[in-house]
C-alpha cells in the first residue's frame, strides 16, 4: 500500500482542537498487523490491550457504482480502529460518534507519530471550514478487510478471555458442596447415597500381606 505523506495542517488543527479525534477515531487498514509474523496474535494483543476496538460496517459497500448482491447488504464487516476512552471502559465500539477522545489523543495533539498513526487519520485532509475530509475513509476500510474477516474473527476471540456460564458456575459450586458433605459423612451413609444415585461406592483396597 502507497504510503501517505505527511499533510498536518497544525495552523488548523490547533484552534480546532481535534473534533475528528473527539468523536470517533479513524479506521486502520489490515497492513499494520499482516506485516506481523502472526497477524491474528498481533490483532489480538491489540484488542486485548484495550487500546483498540472492532468497528462495524453494515452492508458491504459499493463498488464502482455497482450496489452490492442482495444478501450482502446487511452483511457485518468489521474493522480495527483505536478506541475512544469511552469505549476502552466498556470494551466496544460504540455504533456511533460520541463525545469521548481517542485514547492516543493528549492536551498537546496525537501521541503516535504520523506514520504510526491509522490509515484514516493519515488520509484526513484538514479544511479550514471544519469539514475535513479522508480519502481513505470507513467505506475503504470495510474494502480492505472482507478478505480478512476470518483473522479478525480469530483474533477477537483471541483477546476476550473464556468466561464461565452460569451453568458452570452452578456446577462447580454444586461439586464443591458435594465434596464438603462427603467428607462429614459416615462411610455407610455415603453408600446408601451411592446406592440411591446409582454410582458405585467406593472399593476398599484389598489386603495384600501374605497370610
Request: net charge positive; aromatic share 6%; proline share 13%.
Amino acid at each position: 500500500m502507497t504510503p501517505i505523506p505527511w499533510n498536518e495542517r497544525p495552523g488548523l488543527c490547533g484552534p480546532c482542537g481535534g473534533e475528528c479525534c473527539r468523536t470517533r477515531p479513524g479506521a486502520e487498514a489490515p497492513e499494520r498487523f499482516l506485516a506481523a509474523a502472526d497477524p491474528a496474535a498481533a490483532l489480538g494483543a491489540a484488542l486485548a490491550s484495550g487500546d483498540w476496538v472492532l468497528a462495524e460496517h453494515v452492508g458491504l459497500p459499493w463498488v464502482d457504482g455497482r450496489p452490492p448482491p442482495p444478501e450482502e447488504t446487511r452483511r457485518i464487516l468489521h474493522y480495527p480502529r483505536p478506541a475512544t476512552v469511552a469505549e476502552r471502559g466498556r470494551g466496544k465500539a460504540a455504533p456511533g460518534g460520541e463525545p469521548s477522545p481517542c485514547v492516543f489523543l493528549d492536551p498537546h495533539g496525537c501521541r503516535l507519530a504520523f506514520e504510526e498513526r491509522p490509515r484514516m487519520c493519515q488520509a484526513l485532509e484538514p479544511a479550514g471550514d471544519g469539514e475535513c475530509i479522508a480519502s481513505w475513509d470507513r467505506r475503504s476500510a470495510a474494502l480492505a478487510w472482507l478478505p480478512w474477516q476470518g483473522l479478525v474473527a480469530e483474533a477477537a476471540a483471541r483477546a476476550t478471555p473464556r468466561r464461565s456460564t452460569g451453568s458452570d458456575r452452578a456446577r462447580a459450586a454444586g461439586q464443591a458442596f458435594t465434596a464438603r458433605a462427603m467428607r462429614g459423612t459416615p462411610r455407610r451413609a455415603r453408600r446408601r447415597s451411592s446406592a440411591v444415585s446409582g454410582e458405585s461406592p467406593p472399593r476398599r483396597p484389598r489386603d495384600r500381606r501374605p497370610r
